[in-house]
């Protein structure tokens, strides 16, 4: 299923997709786990969504693909590398990207995000996936000027705006296997699958629930394959993954 966020007439709701059309459920459908309808339907193009979930902790895995950590000049990780993001850079499909400053190089990534669905902590990789609700798709957008400055990642990648996720939760997809594609503009620029994963998805939520307790809502993004590029003012990127669907944002600075 494909579960979503939505406005309409100023009021936020949940539901999920069946074709174009939005069935409204009655609560929020990760915190209180309930799929109870409403009896309301809305074509999609009659709503505005949001962002699918509000995480209280978002974490990130950096250099989880062998091209992207090449092109970083980085050696491939041993174990996963976990840093946190600030949640409130998190917006959803169709919303605007703002770039800071246009002095800095500000790159696109296209990340698969693992949505927890349950209290996890000390998670075996054998049970992980049990603590999961579903994915979505995520745009890590990064400042590399100030990457390279602080020598870590959470303020070059904590700007408001700088956290796309959307435009759904797909509960039924093989994470380890699926399609992920960013174009900007239309041209292709990153084109790959999550089987080129350095640290597959069950090694990534035992390796930052051996640290970390996550509650139901949080967001884990799995890194990003070869390929990541700048941002322009005007642009328009898209990121497709397999099951999915489609996140767009255009850029202004």
Wanted: proline fraction near 5%; charge should be negative.
């Amino acid at each position: 299923m494909k579960f979503v966020r939505f406005k309409n007439n100023n009021e936020v709701s949940y539901g999920y997709l069946e074709g174009d059309k939005i069935i409204q459920l009655e609560s929020d459908f990760i915190i209180d786990n309930r799929f109870i309808k409403t009896g309301k339907e809305f074509e999609r193009s009659e709503v505005t969504l949001l962002s699918p979930v509000q995480p209280g902790q978002v974490i990130a895995i950096g250099l989880n693909y062998v091209k992207h950590a090449e092109e970083s000049g980085k050696e491939v990780p041993e174990e996963p590398m976990m840093f946190m993001v600030s949640p409130t850079a998190v917006i959803g499909d169709g919303e605007t990207i703002q770039l800071p400053t246009e002095k800095h190089r500000i790159d696109f990534e296209a990340e698969l995000a693992i949505v927890i669905g349950k209290e996890a902590y000390k998670l075996s990789e054998k049970e992980a996936l049990d603590y999961v609700f579903g994915y979505t798709i995520n745009n890590d957008v990064s400042d590399r000027d100030l990457q390279k400055k602080d020598g870590q990642f959470t303020r070059a990648k904590s700007f408001k705006t700088f956290k796309p996720l959307g435009p759904s939760i797909e509960t039924n997809i093989d994470p380890n296997n699926v399609a992920i594609k960013l174009t900007v503009n239309g041209e292709i620029k990153q084109d790959s699958n999550t089987n080129d994963l350095i640290h597959n998805i069950e090694k990534v939520l035992a390796h930052v629930t051996d640290v970390i307790s996550l509650q139901p809502g949080d967001v884990i993004l799995t890194g990003t394959p070869s390929g990541v590029g700048p941002l322009q003012d005007g642009d328009l990127v898209e990121i497709e993954i397999e099951g999915i669907g489609k996140l767009s944002n255009k850029v202004i600075s």
